[in-house]
């Protein structure tokens, strides 16, 4: 049984953009070494991939970044590419949108080869023999030389380490939570935004894994180039 449809829920989505996505520790460095990966790509930019573009701030940073560049966004939740449009207004017409279900290969209906595919918080929703089919897919669908980069929740090392990281996570957003003048308690946020309901939603691997996975399909230069606990950057490019 799924457990991810819960982010079809207006409230959720809701719930998550105001109390938890300003608060992700290093959130603007992980985009910004996203940015930093794809300066280095050995072709000019032209079309790139959102996959589960959420409120659309990767695509929004690569939109700024890359005057030239066409982003398609794909989300499963509405909820939240109401949110990615409206964000995205200044840039539509370099946008397109998709609403597609990663968990079958739909997402690729029509779609053009690409020069980066890039993913948020995302793929971790998906089972694990899922997560590296759609692997295969990314890597079939970039043109040659073309990145993948995916900002990720991964699994601990051990039972100890996710305690920590949960520590660390609950004080980051109850540092967020003050600065934008909020009134919860620490342990208030810890219950609303961290041990919350739809956490069953999240089906993580390890890092090492997932790199490994990318290896075996052909991806090189395959790395985590960045990592703090369960966040995690990484990605390759395809030869």
């Given at each position: 049984?799924?457990?991810?449809?819960?982010?079809?829920?207006?409230?959720?989505?809701?719930?998550?953009?105001?109390?938890?996505?300003?608060?992700?520790?290093?959130?603007?460095?992980?985009?910004?070494?996203?940015?930093?990966?794809?300066?280095?790509?050995?072709?000019?930019?032209?079309?790139?991939?959102?996959?589960?573009?959420?409120?659309?701030?990767?695509?929004?940073?690569?939109?700024?970044?890359?005057?030239?560049?066409?982003?398609?966004?794909?989300?499963?939740?509405?909820?939240?590419?109401?949110?990615?449009?409206?964000?995205?207004?200044?840039?539509?017409?370099?946008?397109?949108?998709?609403?597609?279900?990663?968990?079958?290969?739909?997402?690729?209906?029509?779609?053009?080869?690409?020069?980066?595919?890039?993913?948020?918080?995302?793929?971790?929703?998906?089972?694990?023999?899922?997560?590296?089919?759609?692997?295969?897919?990314?890597?079939?669908?970039?043109?040659?030389?073309?990145?993948?980069?995916?900002?990720?929740?991964?699994?601990?090392?051990?039972?100890?380490?996710?305690?920590?990281?949960?520590?660390?996570?609950i004080d980051s957003l109850h540092t967020w939570?003050?600065?934008?003048?909020?009134?919860?308690?620490?342990?208030?946020?810890?219950?609303?935004?961290?041990?919350?309901?739809?956490?069953?939603?999240?089906?993580?691997?390890?890092?090492?894994?997932?790199?490994t996975w990318l290896k075996d399909i052909g991806?090189?230069?395959?790395?985590?180039?960045?990592?703090?606990?369960?966040?995690?950057?990484?990605?390759?490019?395809?030869?």
């Amino acid at each position: 049984m799924r457990t991810d449809t819960v982010w079809q829920s207006h409230d959720l989505v809701d719930t998550f953009l105001s109390g938890v996505r300003g608060g992700i520790p290093f959130a603007a460095e992980q985009i910004q070494l996203v940015l930093r990966f794809l300066d280095f790509t050995e072709h000019s930019l032209q079309h790139v991939v959102d996959l589960g573009c959420g409120d659309g701030v990767i695509a929004q940073a690569i939109l700024t970044h890359y005057p030239n560049v066409h982003v398609t966004a794909i989300d499963f939740s509405e909820p939240m590419l109401e949110q990615a449009k409206a964000r995205l207004q200044p840039f539509a017409d370099r946008v397109q949108w998709r609403q597609a279900d990663l968990l079958n290969s739909d997402w690729r209906i029509d779609l053009k080869p690409c020069d980066a595919i890039v993913s948020g918080y995302c793929i971790h929703h998906l089972p694990d023999d899922r997560k590296r089919s759609l692997y295969q897919e990314i890597h079939q669908q970039l043109v040659p030389k073309g990145s993948f980069l995916n900002i990720e929740h991964v699994a601990s090392a051990s039972p100890a380490i996710e305690r920590l990281f949960n520590e660390v996570l609950i004080d980051s957003l109850h540092t967020w939570n003050q600065s934008i003048q909020g009134n919860l308690s620490r342990d208030e946020v810890a219950q609303k935004f961290v041990h919350r309901d739809d956490k069953e939603a999240n089906i993580l691997a390890s890092v090492e894994t997932q790199c490994t996975w990318l290896k075996d399909i052909g991806f090189q230069d395959v790395d985590c180039y960045f990592k703090i606990f369960e966040l995690a950057v990484f990605g390759g490019r395809k030869p």
